[in-house]
T-cell receptor, first 112, second 118 residues
Framework: AQSVSQHNHHVILSEAASLELGCNYS??????LFWYVQYPGQHLQLLLK????DPLVKGIKGFEAEFIKSKFSFNLRKPSVQWSDTAEYFC??????????WGAGTKLIIKP | ETGVTQTPRHLVMGMTNKKSLKCEQH?????MYWYKQSAKKPLELMFV???????ENNSVPSRFSPECPNSSHLFLHLHTLQPEDSALYLC?????????????????FGAGSRLTVL
């Protein structure tokens, strides 16, 4: 069965540092890929998604993610983080079975 | 406000109580979902309704009983829960096709109902 792995449960960075959060999935084939974010006390919301086309996807708030099919990866990046990026980030993969499989999440803490 | 409203936001109940969680979506979507969110675990899909018909039930214990009276409302009825059922319960909606295509698009989540079972 499809599984999604987020490599770090917790990441702590200082403001202006660069960010990369890892996401790997287990099965190949056609996939739809998502990053969702949950800010403290707020609802889960979509950060960005990949369905097809350019594998470098740009989302809200300066985030981007790159789909590398050969590595089964969809890592999230931001060149310079802000204190307001403190949140929990979830990767999700939908495969050809149309099941949406979620990673366990990464809690990002940005020190001011 | 996301367009998906969940009530109550917090609920504390004993193991013998009966309570219900409510979800309402104002987006005109045709699919609704219940998820369970526990710390350090992936979101667990519990139930999916497409056009008011249940299309998925991921082996959820019978002490959780969903109800979808129309495309805008979704309930989760709770009865004789266990302490390990304590979690954040999330409702979501999406605009999708039917059956196997449910969930193909983006989910809009509510803020969740934090359940504590004593």
């Amino acid at each position: 069965a499809q599984s999604v792995s987020q490599h770090n449960h917790h990441v702590i960075l200082s403001e202006a540092a660069s960010l990369e959060l890892g996401c790997n999935y287990s099965y190949g084939g056609t996939v739809n890929l998502f990053w969702y974010v949950q800010y403290p006390g707020q609802h889960l919301q979509l950060l960005l998604k990949y369905f097809s086309g350019d594998p470098l996807v740009k989302g809200i708030k300066g985030f981007e993610a790159e789909f590398i099919k050969s590595k089964f990866s969809f890592n999230l990046r931001k060149p310079s983080v802000q204190w307001s990026d403190t949140a929990e980030y979830f990767c999700a993969v939908k495969d050809s079975n149309y099941q949406l499989i979620w990673g366990a999440g990464t809690k990002l803490i940005i020190k001011p | 406000e996301t367009g998906v409203t969940q009530t109550p936001r917090h609920l504390v109940m004993g193991m013998t109580n009966k309570k219900s969680l409510k979800c309402e979506q104002h987006l005109g979507h045709n699919a609704m979902y219940w998820y369970k969110q526990s710390a350090k675990k992936p979101l667990e899909l519990m139930f999916v309704y497409s056009l008011e018909e249940r299309v998925e039930n991921n082996s959820v214990p019978s002490r959780f009983s969903p109800e979808c009276p129309n495309s805008s409302h979704l309930f989760l009825h709770l009865h004789t829960l266990q302490p390990e059922d304590s979690a954040l319960y999330l409702c979501a909606s999406s605009q999708d096709g039917q059956g196997v295509f449910v969930g193909a698009n983006v989910l809009t989540f509510g803020a969740g109902s934090r359940l504590t079972v004593l």
